[in-house]
């Protein structure tokens, strides 16, 4: 039963205001660390009056986002001003102008400092190589495919290095990466291109538990199509986005869970899935009884091992205290049913 | 040869105008004074574009995104959620358009709208086509209630009204979804009445296009070229990428229009350059300026 239903978060916490004001004011100073530092052991303290299985890197309290984190540390990209997103809301995307290499560590000294903390329980979160690819204007490779696999081989550098900061404070024990790639399913044509630009990515790094995080795809099918090719162990969705609030069990309450049958089918690899039970979006806080649906519903369609729980991406959206209800209710329906299965 | 320079669609905005369109969302300056910059920045653009012989929508700096002041200012549309558009981290707001009735907030006037930076619509100038969505994308990228016939042709409707409105001859009408060989867009009802460049996305097919345009803008092929010079008057291509940083080179667009044997052509751009940060999307206008030469 140890490996019924394990919790974990996604990614991204809320940042405390007195890291949030001034993080790009004071970024890499010694006062950035030490409130990075404080803000990441605050978070895991969040995160074990929650209950959680597995605390991330406690809320990337070293990351401002996911893209521009990485692509400020890799020589090659240059950043010629910010793109719009939406509204008057715009983000930097860089442009690949030569070949690309490391200038430094994604997230060395994150992981350092949760290795001094000796937190075992941790479950590191990259920006994968197909995101990387679609979100960089490409003024450089042949195409999307060279430039997905150059990044694929930065990132696989970059595990490695990890791995060894894990393996001499833990050796023997699994590392967990979790590749974030929201643009996944964007571009159906492209699937070849998340395989190949994926296993590069993980090739030749033994011994770590690999989960690929998608959310807010039109279409999850693409990736269940292709997930037995890739060299990963589970995959950690967004799906209480997609479903109503009503609660019970039949397929007309938990739409947005309904494509998890197709997943079953065609999981000969038997790949866990991180269930996402609460929306990140909204701040009505899910009750129990409907988290505890939505995990029944999948108990009618996956075996409880192959479940994991989890908000549907990172908190970052939501307030502390919003966030901290929302994880609390999903521990708690996890432990009612743990119970109930018994 | 005679070759038009078209810039169209959504323009980066400066700096400064981001910073005051963000002290406005918060109320710290009142909708008087973001109207007051946008017209300074429209003009000031405006100035470029003439300077570099280039015809032009409006930048459409006061236009969140294609659909969103329609989708205000006409009966019994309103606004949806955020949708992904083009680019994982691009959104627009989805129009929910339950009937299409009539203008109800006039397009010319200084209203300032929920969640949307004041009209009017457009800022006229010497080389000015007005901007619109193509029908066939706007119901594509819309939840509908209407048959697309019927949604054509109310909201064509809608659009003669708003040219009439602003006395405006021309205008550049844009479709960034691709075309199925079986999807047939019909504006007649405008091309009867105005000078009308439709921008077009990926592959032409012959059946598609009803109501003979003054122009029809496409990706750059072949057959592209060919349909567009038999269903439109001038035949135009988008040579220019407002989808990368990366700048092209002028000699090679200068021989591509050279071996093509028109009389006439339109040139244009992939994409609007919203997509561009500010800096590259001029240094592409300027680029555009030599085409030709």
């Excluded at chain 1, 100073?29 to 803000?39: C, G, M, N, P, R």
């Excluded at chain 1, 920006?127 to 060279?146: A, I, K, L, V």
């Excluded at chain 2, 929508?57 to 006409?74: E, G, H, K, M, S």
């Excluded at chain 2, 990706?219 to 700048?247: A, H």
Aim: charged share 30%; proline share 5%.
């Amino acid at each position: 039963m140890n490996n019924y239903l394990i919790s974990q978060e996604i990614g991204s916490y809320r940042k405390p205001e007195k890291l949030s004001s001034v993080f790009h004011k004071i970024y890499g100073t010694d006062e950035f660390y030490k409130l990075a530092e404080k803000a990441t052991v605050e978070t895991v303290k969040e995160f074990e009056r929650v209950g959680l299985n597995n605390i991330g890197v406690g809320g990337e309290m070293f990351r401002w986002e996911m893209y521009e984190h990485q692509a400020n540390r890799i020589n090659g990209i240059k950043f010629y001003g910010p793109v719009r997103s939406f509204d008057n809301r715009y983000y930097k995307k860089g442009s690949i102008v030569e070949d690309m290499d490391i200038k430094e560590s994604y997230h060395s000294d994150e992981l350092k400092f949760l290795l001094s903390q000796n937190y075992e329980n941790i479950k590191v979160p990259v920006t994968g190589p197909y995101t990387m690819m679609d979100w960089s204007f490409n003024e450089h490779y042949h195409d999307r495919y060279e430039t997905a696999m150059a990044f694929a081989e930065l990132l696989n550098k970059e595990m490695k290095d990890l791995k060894k900061l894990w393996d001499a404070k833990f050796p023997g024990k699994k590392l967990q990466i979790q590749l974030d790639e929201p643009a996944t399913t964007t571009h159906p044509d492209e699937m070849n291109i998340v395989v190949d630009s994926l296993n590069r990515s993980v090739k030749n790094i033994d011994n770590c538990e690999f989960s690929i995080h998608v959310c807010y795809s039109s279409d999850y099918r693409l990736f269940y199509d292709v997930m037995n090719d890739i060299n990963i162990d589970g995959l950690n969705l967004e799906f209480a986005n997609r479903d109503t609030l009503e609660t019970g069990i039949e397929d007309s309450k938990r739409p947005g869970y309904q494509d998890l049958k197709y997943f079953s089918e065609f999981n000969d690899k038997k790949k866990f899935i991180g269930l996402g039970v609460t929306d990140v979006h909204i701040d009505y806080v899910e009750p129990v009884q409907l988290i505890k649906d939505r995990i029944n519903y999948t108990l009618n369609i996956l075996p409880p091992e192959l479940i994991r729980l989890n908000p549907d991406c990172g908190l970052r959206t939501r307030s502390r205290e919003i966030s901290y209800q929302k994880l609390k209710n999903m521990d708690i329906a996890k432990n009612e049913i743990l119970k109930e299965i018994q | 040869m005679n070759v038009e320079k078209l810039v169209y669609g959504l323009y980066p905005k400066s700096n400064e105008l981001r910073l005051h369109i963000n002290r406005w969302e918060k109320g710290t300056i009142p909708d008087s004074s973001l109207n007051d910059t946008i017209i300074d920045e429209k003009n000031s653009l405006y100035k470029v574009y003439n300077d570099y012989n280039i015809v032009h929508t409006d930048p459409l700096f006061n236009w969140y995104d294609i659909f969103r002041p329609l989708a205000l200012i006409i009966d019994n549309m309103e606004l949806g959620s955020l949708t992904r558009f083009k680019e994982t981290n691009t959104f627009y707001r989805m129009p929910i358009v339950n009937e299409i009735n009539d203008i109800i907030i006039n397009p010319a006037g200084f209203s300032p709208l929920n969640e949307e930076p004041p009209l009017p619509l457009y800022l006229k100038d010497d080389n000015f086509n007005a901007f619109l969505p193509s029908p066939l994308s706007f119901y594509r990228m819309s939840q509908v209630a209407l048959e697309y016939k019927d949604f054509e042709k109310k909201l064509l409707n809608i659009y003669s009204k708003i040219l009439n409105i602003f006395k405006v001859n021309e205008v550049v009408l844009y479709d960034p979804l691709s075309y199925d060989s079986n999807d047939i867009i019909d504006i007649t009802p405008l091309t009867d009445k105005f000078i009308v460049k439709l921008v077009t996305t990926g592959k032409l097919y012959k059946d598609n296009i009803k109501g003979k345009p003054y122009s029809i803008i496409s990706d750059y092929s072949n057959s592209n070229l060919e349909i567009s010079g038999e269903l439109s008057r001038v035949p135009g291509l988008k040579l220019i990428d407002g989808y990368n940083t990366k700048m092209e080179d002028i000699n090679e667009i200068n021989n591509i229009i050279n071996n093509l044997g028109v009389d006439n052509l339109i040139v244009s751009h992939r994409e609007y350059f919203d997509f561009l940060p500010r800096i590259i999307a001029d240094k592409k206008l300027s680029l555009m300026s030599k085409i030709g030469d």
